[in-house]
């Protein structure tokens, strides 16, 4: 049994299109903790272009993303022989925006949702360690963090809801 470490991504590849969208926009070649700055930059994003959106949106968006990660993750994968690379956070994107849906647009909310996200995403409690260790390929990478993004968002929404967090105006 070969105990030599995983092929990673060159630091070189950031040229290449596909690996700057899979890692956040270079994000993801931050060290240390490539999946907390990836997730930071994911907040801002959030912030910026998605937190004002209404919820349906919000999920087209993260489908759109959650479809282009997924293909783009198999493609890196493949051309730089590296799977689930620390480097790859497009993943932390889609789960951070689901922890974040229907959230308040405020950087209180975005920053309980980082917190909340990051901690389970690190944890990794089922079902979130179950998909991790079962299901492969550039799909696995991608949909551990939805489950943990899923999980963030009961939460989130539950806190927000005890503490009576004050809501935006839906109709707005």
Not at 6 to 34: I, K, N, Q
Not at 74 to 90: A, K, L, T
Not at 147 to 164: C, D, E, K, P, Y
Request: neutral net charge; charged residues 15%; aromatic residues 12%.
């Amino acid at each position: 049994m070969s105990h030599e470490p995983a092929p990673r991504l060159p630091a070189s590849a950031w040229r290449d299109p596909a690996v700057l969208v899979v890692t956040g926009c270079g994000s993801g070649f931050v060290r240390p903790a490539p999946g907390t700055w990836g997730s930071l930059v994911a907040a801002a994003v959030w912030w910026l272009a998605l937190a004002e959106l209404a919820w349906p949106l919000q999920l087209a968006v993260m489908a759109v993303v959650f479809a282009l990660g997924t293909w783009l993750t198999h493609r890196v994968g493949r051309r730089y022989q590296v799977h689930d690379d620390p480097g790859i956070v497009v993943d932390e994107f889609v789960g951070l925006w689901l922890a974040l849906l229907a959230a308040p647009p405020t950087w209180t909310a975005a920053l309980a949702g980082f917190l909340v996200f990051r901690v389970i995403d690190i944890a990794k409690p089922w079902p979130v360690g179950w998909v991790d260790r079962r299901v492969p390929g550039a799909l696995g990478v991608m949909l551990d963090d939805v489950v943990a993004g899923g999980l963030a968002l009961a939460v989130l929404q539950l806190a927000f809801r005890l503490i009576s967090w004050p809501w935006p105006n839906p109709a707005a």
